[in-house]
């Protein structure tokens, strides 16, 4: 048939997040190394991010080009070039983010109709490309950032409101219908479950959009999650595609180094660095890209490294400071004296900025994960065979928490408890104590004991797996092929004048 060599074109539109642009870049690079011509949309400042890997990409003669567009961030009251929830140096910045990115529409939309791609991969935080795709004709496909869990996890406390039948915040209660027991308090679940807020229109729509969508892709691999994944087919009954772990794909030195965006280190001293280090010593800790501490838990952090006695990579990370402040006072919160004795006695290694984290946890040094439990860093953690250290604060991460403690039993929890908002300031969130971290840290990174090495084990194994996932025949190999393989035939039968989906768009309530 002809569409079978028509070359197939993919528009992508990632959001202005890294937890959300880094995967979608990923991706969007897997379908162009598939043979498929791919486009990203992207504004002047997020296309800096990643411009080198699509460079890479094309000097490899993959067809891979960048949509690029003026971010009216003056328009909105924001510095220029503040473009990425990462960049917003205050709460209230960014929520100025989301009237910018809405005045961006009607060009993204005149993007679509002009280049007509074959299909569109929309991140879910654009609940509107499901009405345009469905106008055109273009099958969407829905890009969450998240795991099945989540999903799996949602849609049972909507159905069965188990938070409902507890005495307290933290009485814990199991989540029905699930494949595994997995236990939360109410005090782990985002605002939104429990009722109704400022976002729960937006949230209804996101969902109303990927139920109107051709599918839905993960970037996670089949045998991480296998029952979840089968729940979210079956059960919840969505078509879904996992590509992942997407940064397994990557292989290339510089790839793993510019990841996401250009480091604030060196990739070499920080590789020398390692090298110098036994196996398995040294702990990563970095808890994504925007959380945000109270001083107050910077040092009870600081304190519980020092005692644990192992050595270290820690990113401090989003330091709040004003974009056009002429005060440029370092706000990264270490206590006094404490960067000066890390140097002194090599004990390890303090990042601010953006860290090189797939290098990173890479590394044979590396022997822990202190994270915050986002779906990425849980992917990278799971490729690199680490025992996490798991602190989970906001969005899916406590749901995220529970794959990692209850179900594949390859982290120690350090016992946060309080889920908050995300852009708020840390007054919602209790500070954990240094004699927590330090357990917690000790217990991950134990190399001895019983229930150290069995955790080992399992890490071990997960990587072992999501690398098979990735490699010729494996699950998530095979479902790239599926899916450019969909698209293929969602065309053809559009052409003759069959639906492969049900292209009704539906508006609930
Ligand atoms: N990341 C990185 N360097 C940093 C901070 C984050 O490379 O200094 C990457 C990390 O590897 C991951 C993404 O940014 O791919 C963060 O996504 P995640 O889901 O873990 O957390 P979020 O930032 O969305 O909370």
Request: aromatic share 10%.
């Amino acid at each position: 048939m002809d569409s079978e060599n028509h070359q197939l074109h993919v528009m992508f539109l990632p959001y202005i997040a890294p937890g959300h642009m880094v995967p979608m870049v990923d991706m969007a690079r897997l379908f162009a190394a598939n043979g498929v011509r791919v486009t990203i949309i992207t504004t002047t400042m997020n296309a800096l991010r990643f411009q080198n890997a699509i460079d890479r990409d094309s000097r490899l003669g993959r067809e891979i080009f960048l949509d690029i567009l003026r971010f009216p961030a003056l328009e909105a009251g924001l510095p220029e070039g503040c473009e990425n929830l990462i960049s917003t140096p205050t709460p209230e910045m960014s929520m100025k983010l989301f009237p910018a990115l809405k005045l961006l529409r009607p060009e993204i939309e005149n993007l679509f109709r002009e280049r007509s791609p074959d299909c569109i991969v929309s991140d879910n935080l654009f609940p509107w490309t499901a009405k345009v795709s469905w106008e055109l004709g273009i099958p969407r496909l829905a890009f969450t950032g998240s795991g099945f869990i989540n999903d799996c996890i949602s849609h049972s406390l909507e159905l069965h409101h188990p938070h409902e039948n507890v005495e307290s915040e933290m009485e814990s209660f199991i989540v029905p219908g699930l494949p595994d027991e997995i236990k939360l308090t109410r005090s782990q679940l985002p605002d939104i479950v429990k009722k109704k807020t400022g976002f729960s229109a937006m949230f209804e729509e996101l969902k109303e959009a990927e139920r109107n969508s051709f599918g839905v892709l993960f970037n996670s691999f089949y045998e991480l999650e296998p029952a979840y994944s089968d729940y979210f087919r079956e059960v919840i009954g969505r078509k879904a595609w996992h590509l992942g772990p997407l940064s397994l794909y990557y292989r290339d030195i510089e790839d793993k180094a510019e990841r996401g965006d250009k480091s604030c280190v060196s990739k070499h001293s920080c590789l020398s660095w390692l090298d110098s280090r036994k196996p398995n010593s040294v702990l990563y800790i970095c808890f994504g890209s925007l959380t945000r501490f109270s001083k107050a838990q910077i040092i009870e952090i600081a304190a519980a490294i020092t005692e644990s006695g192992h050595s270290f990579i820690w990113v401090v990370g989003k330091i709040l400071k004003m974009m056009n402040d002429n005060d440029q006072q370092d706000e990264s919160w270490l206590p006094e004296g404490f960067e000066n004795e890390v140097r002194r006695n090599d004990r390890g290694l303090i990042i601010k900025g953006w860290a090189p984290q797939v290098l990173i946890l890479e590394h044979q040094a590396i022997g822990g994960f202190l994270t915050h439990c986002g779906w990425n860093s849980i992917l990278e953690g799971v490729s690199a065979c680490v025992p996490m250290v798991t602190w989970p604060l906001f969005a899916d991460q406590f749901y995220n928490e529970k794959l990692v403690t209850q179900v594949l039993k390859f982290g120690v929890p350090v016992g946060n408890d309080v889920w908050k908002i995300w852009a708020t300031e840390e007054s919602r969130s209790p500070v954990i104590s240094r004699e927590k971290i330090r357990r917690a840290i000790c217990a991950a990174m134990d190399e001895d004991g019983e229930d150290g090495v069995e955790m080992r084990k399992r890490a071990n194994h997960l990587g072992e797996l999501a690398r098979k996932a990735v490699e010729e025949g494996g699950s998530s190999y095979n479902d790239i092929k599926a899916l450019i393989q969909d698209i293929r035939l969602y065309k053809w039968n559009n052409n003759i004048g069959l639906q492969s989906y049900d292209t009704k768009f539906v508006t609930h309530g």
